[in-house]
């Protein structure tokens, strides 16, 4: 198995880099904690003996790395043959079943995102949502890896998802019909006289589809004889991915200062990333960007939206993000497991770590167009809400955190209105209008400082 595509394939979910290890450091444990095994082991041998019925020595191994794992954090898992096998099936090439990012939350299979396009997508499946039955069959604290199984399955063919959506009374079911799915990092389209990136995840070359969307965009707008008025920068609902190309991303938007810099245990660990050593230059150079993040945006997300809001290059629209603020190494055991472990946390170039707080945007716009949003807002999960997360090193108080539940006088239209002047992305229509309105003055990043 190797490992290029399985550490992509893990990308998806987290910042990730990749640790190497010696065997020797894998056995190195503190002469210190040795004999706090022994109780471990006497309780193996209890099980073994007296059991109600026979347990195989696999089994008893795996649940004792995953609680070790578990116990310290919500990012840190033992990864063994089969889900490494899924996680490279998902993202090397096509795969037919619902496009669906998913995630075992105490018990529950949690959705983190749709893939932009998918039959998930379209069905109206969200961020957030709980599958809580597959064709009517209950699937609670059951393996994640028996779940995905049973959603994938040849193109076209349905399955019946029981949907718990927070803000809403009762569950509803959805019929979702399978399809191909061909995952898609970077989207772009030019609307008007403005750009529009998607990116939907940090998987490989993502930095490179970036740079590749602004040069078609520019060109589109030469062909249509219009000036770019400016770029939409659209990380919404994307979970995260490779540390690497979320410093690719921002430094194609920035030629001078810190990007991001990865704080770990030991201080000859830390690292600083800085402009100028993927891309030189700004390839937007003249061009006012907009960031769009909300609550799923995290990890490699967050960098890119702290870097470029610290170096007031761009100016962050929508929602606090995740927060999710620290980095996992992937740890390859042998060719059927791996470990991912937390190892460091980052900080922004201020100085600011987004652990439990996240990115707080210069403008906050909610998203109206969506009837179920102010609902689903006022109890979206993020990382402060994960049970075991790390805390954040400031001691953030609470009520910090919630500030951006409160209402904003400007934003009063119903989605009902909307929907009658045909705007179905309320928060992306607001910022193709801001860029619109604000062309030909000054650069909106530079007018703007942290709030």
Do not use: C
Not at 209 to 235: E, F, M, S
Not at 251 to 270: K, M, P, T
């Amino acid at each position: 198995m190797k490992l290029a595509p399985l550490l992509r394939a893990t990308l998806l979910v987290s910042a990730v880099a990749v640790l190497p290890v010696a065997t020797s450091g894998l056995a190195a444990v503190d002469s210190r904690a040795n004999h706090g095994f022994d109780k471990l082991f006497t309780i193996y041998e209890l099980v073994k003996e007296n059991y109600v019925d026979p347990v195989d020595d696999n089994k008893l191994l795996k649940g004792a790395i995953d609680g070790m794992l578990a116990s310290l954090d919500p990012h840190s898992n033992y990864l063994d043959g089969p889900s490494l096998q899924r996680l490279e099936t998902m993202i090397d090439g096509k795969y037919s079943g619902l496009g669906l990012s998913v995630v075992e939350d105490d018990g529950a299979v949690k959705v983190i995102s749709p893939f932009k396009g998918s039959p998930a997508e379209k069905a109206g499946i969200k961020a957030g949502d709980y599958i809580t039955h597959l064709d009517g069959v209950l699937y609670y604290e059951r393996d994640l890896d028996e779940a995905v199984e049973k959603m994938r399955g040849p193109a076209g063919t349905s399955i019946r998802l029981t949907i718990y959506r927070p803000g809403r009374d009762e569950p509803f079911d959805v019929t979702v019909a399978r399809g191909v799915i061909e995952l898609e990092p970077v989207t772009w389209e030019l609307k008007d006289n403005v750009g529009v990136v998607s990116v939907n995840e940090f998987s490989r070359d993502v930095g490179n589809g970036v740079n590749k969307a602004i040069a078609d965009l520019r060109k589109q707008a030469t062909l249509k004889a219009v000036k770019l008025a400016g770029l939409v920068l659209d990380l919404r609902s994307n979970p995260g991915g490779s540390l690497d190309e979320a410093v690719a991303l921002s430094d194609l938007f920035l030629d001078h200062g810190d990007i991001v810099s990865q704080r770990g245990r030991l201080a000859s660990e830390n690292q600083f990333y800085r402009a100028e050593t993927m891309f030189k230059g700004d390839v937007a150079k003249g061009l006012p960007v907009i960031v769009l993040v909300d609550a799923g945006s995290a990890s490699a997300s967050e960098i890119v939206a702290g870097a470029l809001q610290d170096q007031h290059r761009a100016v962050i629209m929508g929602e606090r993000t995740f927060g999710k603020g620290s980095v996992q190494s992937f740890i390859q055991l042998d060719k059927t497991s791996a470990v991912k472990l937390t190892t460091a946390r980052y900080y922004t170039p201020s100085g600011h770590s987004v652990q439990e707080g996240g990115i707080v945007p210069d403008i906050k716009v909610p998203q109206l167009s969506d009837p179920d949003a102010r609902a689903r807002a006022e109890r979206a999960v993020r990382e402060s809400d994960l049970r075991g997360h790390l805390i954040n090193e400031a001691s953030l108080d609470d009520k910090d955190l919630e500030k951006d539940k409160m209402d904003d006088p400007r934003f009063k239209v119903s989605a009902e209105d909307l929907k009658k002047q045909g705007i179905t992305d309320f928060q992306l229509h607001y910022a193709i209008s801001t860029l619109e309105r604000t062309a030909g003055k000054p650069m909106l990043a530079a007018t703007q400082g942290r709030k």
